[in-house]
């Protein structure tokens, strides 16, 4: 196969300064929960997206100096030359594939509290850090700024020196010192770094021509700039001083990598916002500079990308997410298969891991954050041992990932789902508002699965320990999943609720299978990530009368990692929804509600002729049981099976599962680690680095 002409100007060259790129795919600076920390898992992460056919292949944040230390979020470092040899591991696994590399350097600022470094932190004006902290950041000199300019210098070079072909000057998403000087809400000086758009920009002018007179001579310079933060006249906005600011500097930087601010906004779910939802924000940037322009969308097709390449909108197509959820993405555009493509559902768990301050994993890409601690690639697998027979049961994402992955290890698969349908929870949870992208997760696994003549598909198969016996497969996968429970049994609640038995209670399996409450409705949330706040949504949506009640101290708590909290609390509170934070639901009684307060331990009664309770799942396990106590049986759980959680855990589960089928003595701890190299006691601390 090869790729469709429509798409052949997606894989033009593109020159950036002194450099050259291969094609239009930039994968743009992406945090991933690895960094400094696990320097190898980081490097192979991003050698096997050059490898997919990524030209540009960037870091996340570099940290330039101990003032602007990110702990402990997992980032880079560039403070001094001890640091270069992490970072030239990853540019030398991207050069083996002909991709360029490029490295983000960022002084953050009031982003960063200092905790490991124990700095003050630096500002433009006198202002408290926006973390929670109680740190304040001194207003800077102008000797502070002459350093700041110094280690922004000295970090460039070392960038150079570690084989970087784009240095980054970073002016976004409100997460650096230059953007908040250029900030008309944090910059209050009222020295000539102060005042003016062209005054408060005027840092960002000396650091990108510090950065060219360091490195311009061989490496490219690259601007990220945020030209709209959605505030109105209190930020920099795209039809005013975001735009001025480009007409500025317009031909200063080799390359403009634009954007919206701040990162919840840049990153929004696709629960909130559509692909290129952007475009409007950053259409124009290409009308003001000769330099070329990347932007992002998370765009997954290809005739998005090459529309807006041939519309002048952009001369790279930028990607972070879509380059996670498919590093191979490129290569497959390339090769002329789109339908392979495991395009991004925007849920942002790859966000959840560096808010988590673990590696990065993908909902769609289980092998994400895995390419070097396990060696799993994301289109190669080893083949079976033996052309054994594997008998899955159970059609969810973990039930078809695992048939998926087995099938293309070589084994003959029959995968049985009870129900007319494959899908598992998503044929009803991708019907929730907001998430039908999410259904791309099943959608994708269902057609690899029928290209593959080993998978046989049967649904309306209901399977009992007597038919698997009878079938006779090597190996049985259990992919069963869950129900949600209907006693209250939660985190709160480890015993249950008390429920009167005239009481209408409900689960989420009830609404979801179309049973809609009457109102008014209590809906407890105890799982704090998406379900409660979605019907909540949903129903308020259908004009019930609905509360919600959650011992947490904000609605859908957890989702704070996948940068949606505000705006899932934002819309309930629209829809009229009434919060009940902090509180736990103790009693359930026929038109009537308990809460308890978590701190002053008073009671309150609801009205409620209907009760919903999101607390855990149940896994239905009755047939594995079964099992054990058949003779001849191997069987293994997977998914929710195994322990209800997240889609990407479920996919991530029936993945191992077929990774680790047939393999024999699989060590203790099942991946590699890195551990820190014990510096010498004796050491002359101020004879490393500068």
């Not at 929960?33 to 050059?50: F, L, N, Q, T």
């Amino acid at each position: 196969m090869s790729r469709d002409p429509r798409y052949d100007i997606l894989f033009e060259p593109v020159q950036i300064g002194p450099v050259t790129a291969k094609n239009r795919f930039y994968q743009v600076p992406h945090c991933n929960g690895m960094g400094r920390s696990y320097p190898s898992s980081m490097a192979e992460m991003r050698r096997i997206k050059a490898e997919g056919g990524w030209a540009v292949v960037t870091t996340e944040e570099v940290e330039i100096h101990p003032s602007g230390d990110h702990s402990p979020w997992m980032g880079g470092r560039l403070w001094e030359d001890c640091d270069i040899p992490v970072l030239a591991r990853m540019c030398d696994a991207v050069h083996q594939h002909g991709a360029l590399a490029g490295c983000e350097l960022n002084h953050a600022g009031v982003m960063a509290a200092n905790r490991y470094s124990r700095d003050v932190p630096l500002a433009p004006s006198h202002s408290p850090v926006a973390m929670p902290d109680p740190v304040q950041a001194r207003a800077m000199d102008l000797s502070d700024i002459q350093d700041l300019r110094r280690w922004h210098r000295q970090a460039a070079v070392r960038a150079r020196e570690a084989g970087f072909d784009i240095i980054y000057v970073y002016a976004g998403h409100q997460l650096s010192t230059i953007s908040h000087f250029l900030s008309p809400y944090r910059n209050r000086r009222t020295d000539h770094y102060g005042g003016s758009l062209e005054n408060r920009a005027r840092l960002l002018r000396e650091v990108l021509e510090d950065t060219r007179d360091a490195v311009g001579d061989t490496c490219a310079i690259a601007l990220r700039f945020s030209v709209d933060e959605l505030m109105g006249a209190d930020g920099m906005t795209s039809d005013g001083e975001g735009r001025d600011l480009v007409e500025m500097l317009a031909e200063v930087p080799d390359l403009w990598d634009v954007n919206i601010s701040g990162w919840e906004n840049d990153s929004a779910t696709s629960r909130f916002k559509a692909s290129g939802y952007q475009e409007d924000y950053i259409r124009w940037v290409k009308g003001v500079t000769t330099k070329p322009v990347v932007g992002v969308g998370r765009y997954t097709s290809p005739d998005a990308m090459a529309a807006l390449v041939k519309d002048g909108v952009l001369d790279f197509i930028g990607a972070a997410r879509p380059s996670i959820a498919d590093p191979f993405l490129p290569k497959k555009v390339q090769e002329g298969r789109i339908e392979d493509i495991r395009e991004c559902i925007g849920c942002n768990i790859c966000v959840s891991g560096d808010n988590s301050f673990v590696p990065i994993r993908c909902t769609q890409n289980p092998t994400m954050g895995e390419e070097w601690r396990k060696g799993w690639h994301p289109e190669h697998i080893a083949p079976a041992h033996e052309q054994e027979s594997v008998l899955i049961i159970g059609a969810g994402p973990s039930g078809l990932e695992a048939a998926r992955a087995l099938g293309q290890r070589g084994y003959r698969v029959t995968l049985a789902e009870r129900s007319k349908d494959l899908g598992g929870r998503l044929i009803t949870e991708r019907k929730l508002p907001g998430l039908a992208e999410w259904g791309r997760v099943v959608d994708y696994r269902i057609w690899q699965v029928s290209q593959m003549p080993n998978v046989e598909v049967f649904l309306d198969s209901e399977m009992s320990a007597a038919t698997v016996q009878e079938f006779g497969a090597q190996h049985v996968v259990l992919a069963t999943g869950a129900s949600w429970t209907r006693d209250g049994v939660g985190r709160e609640n480890p015993r249950g609720i008390p429920v009167d038995a005239k009481a209408q209670v409900l689960t989420p399996d009830d609404v979801l299978t179309g049973n809609r409450p009457k109102g008014p409705v209590v809906i407890f949330d105890d799982d704090h990530f998406y379900m409660g706040g979605l019907l909540a949504e949903l129903l308020a949506g259908d004009g019930i009368d609905v509360t919600l009640v959650t011992p947490a101290a904000r609605v859908s708590e957890w989702t704070e990692n996948t940068l949606e909290q505000h705006r899932i609390q934002a819309r309930l509170m629209q829809l009229g929804v009434r919060l009940i934070l902090s509180h736990n639901l103790t009693s359930i009684d026929p038109n009537i509600a308990t809460v308890r307060c978590g701190y002053s331990g008073k009671t309150t009664t609801l009205n409620a002729r209907s009760v919903l309770l999101v607390t855990m799942r149940t896994p239905h396990e009755d047939l594995f049981h079964d099992l054990i106590l058949s003779d001849g049986v191997r069987a293994t759980r997977i998914g929710d099976c195994l322990a209800p959680g997240t889609i990407a855990a479920a996919v991530y589960s029936g993945h191992r599962c077929a990774r680790e089928l047939g393999e024999t003595d699989l060590p203790n701890v099942p991946f590699r680690r890195e551990l820190p190299a014990l510096a010498s006691f004796d050491m002359d601390w101020t004879q490393n680095g500068s």
